[in-house]
């Protein structure tokens, strides 16, 4: 897949991003944004994406969608000194856009409402207050374009992230099914916009992963993986997703303290260690957290860095287990493995299973390192292994690779909801 399908060398680093929408959702500034922007550069991130509502009359999700002028209410000044602000920071600038759909309650669908999907034998039905464009009307098509190519063109934009938030209902062009023809008419819309600007990545989103395919991933560079962006929940999704997508185009999300989906609260180390293992990124207000959780995004991004490279080139696993509370999942090279276990829930056990570590080599030895491993409760029933308390007492472990294939790695008893990972160097 790396070799054939993606749309980038494999040794180009794949920025850390902050998105903004679970931070402001509809409420910008640009004030406030580049206070934003500010933060998230002090907290190690490389791209910066203004997502839904930055656009004229989009104060909520049922209006204006189509229309893709810059709210000058808004952005007075235009989007240039916001986009300024967020290069002068070191950082790469993005924006939100859902170009196959159109409100209702818009200028476009006021002077064409010939130009959406529909079956004339019903009424409209929409979703999400939405309407999906036909793209195969070739003056529909057009106007999409020229929109989106002035936008790229008038500003220093180097990546799109492309939402899509409704099923193609209705799907009917000139009386006949129009789902093929939909979908082979996104991917000449995005074939030639890619040729006009080469530059500039897209992300695939669908309420989420929606559209996670083969074949859109040979006109995409990323994901995103779901709009749930609950650590718990994401071990589910990306373990399932990864068996099918390499980690580098996994959107993969670092969210607040406060799930904004499901309002679960997690630790940092959940939600550290679970967004570790993708594309990284940032789904949150910095300027609102306090120090003590900004130094954890700082910590958990550093993180990622040093094992970016191993992350984005190595080969995934997933280890089986008879405990289904906790996911065990790494990435390795001939030189060096990383190895996360996450325990979701209680466990099934009172002694976990060993880890085998079926990709070592036998006949060489390997400094095992404990990377994060967060404070534990304590309990008699809970007295970790001993190469836990020397690690942690700063003692240099090392281990043969015939062991650790063949007996394996005894683990602690972890609380509900904490990661381990473990890094593991030949020597």
Not at 415 to 427: A, G, N, V, Y
């Amino acid at each position: 897949m790396r070799q054939h399908l993606l749309q980038f060398e494999s040794d180009k680093v794949r920025p850390v991003h902050l998105n903004t929408w679970e931070g402001i959702y509809f409420d910008h500034d640009p004030d406030y944004i580049c206070q934003m922007a500010t933060k998230a550069a002090d907290i190690g991130v490389e791209r910066f994406i203004i997502d839904d509502g930055w656009f004229k009359g989009r104060d909520h999700d049922r209006a204006a969608l189509g229309d893709w002028e810059l709210d000058t209410k808004k952005y007075p000044n235009g989007l240039t000194p916001v986009i300024e602000h967020v290069n002068q920071l070191g950082m790469e600038f993005g924006i939100w856009v859902e170009p196959e759909m159109v409100n209702p309650d818009s200028d476009l669908y006021r002077s064409h409402p010939e130009w959406v999907l529909a079956d004339t034998r019903y009424p409209l039905a929409t979703g999400r207050n939405q309407l999906v464009l036909d793209l195969q009307n070739t003056d529909c098509f057009d106007y999409l374009y020229s929109r989106l190519d002035a936008l790229l063109s008038g500003h220093n934009i180097g990546y799109l992230k492309w939402d899509m938030n409704r099923e193609l209902q209705q799907a009917s062009h000139d009386e006949s099914a129009a789902i093929h023809g939909q979908t082979l008419a996104v991917y000449r819309l995005l074939d030639k916009l890619r040729e006009a600007h080469p530059d500039v990545e897209i992300e695939s989103c669908s309420s989420g992963g929606g559209r996670m395919d083969y074949e859109i991933l040979r006109r995409t560079h990323r994901f995103w993986s779901s709009d749930c962006n609950d650590a718990l929940e994401r071990q589910t999704i990306q373990k399932n997703m990864s068996i099918f997508f390499p980690p580098e185009v996994m959107g993969a999300h670092i969210g607040p303290h406060h799930s904004h989906t499901t309002r679960r609260q997690h630790h940092i180390n959940l939600r550290g260690i679970t967004a570790l293992f993708g594309h990284m990124g940032v789904e949150l207000d910095p300027v609102k957290e306090g120090e003590q959780e900004q130094a954890g995004f700082a910590r958990y991004i550093r993180m990622h860095q040093r094992f970016r490279t191993l992350l984005h080139s190595g080969n995934s696993f997933h280890l089986d287990s008879s405990d289904h509370s906790r996911n065990a999942y790494g990435v390795f090279d001939k030189g060096q493995v990383l190895l996360a276990i996450c325990q979701k829930t209680m466990p099934e056990y009172m002694l976990p299973e060993p880890i085998l570590l079926f990709m070592l080599d036998e006949s060489a030895h390997y400094r095992l390192e404990l990377v994060d491993f967060p404070m534990q409760s304590i309990s008699l029933m809970k007295r970790q292994p001993n190469w836990v308390q020397a690690l942690m007492d700063g003692e240099v472990l090392e281990v043969s690779g015939s062991e650790l294939k063949h007996l394996g790695l005894t683990l602690p008893i972890q609380d509900p909801e904490t990661c381990l990972l473990l890094h593991f160097q030949k020597l």
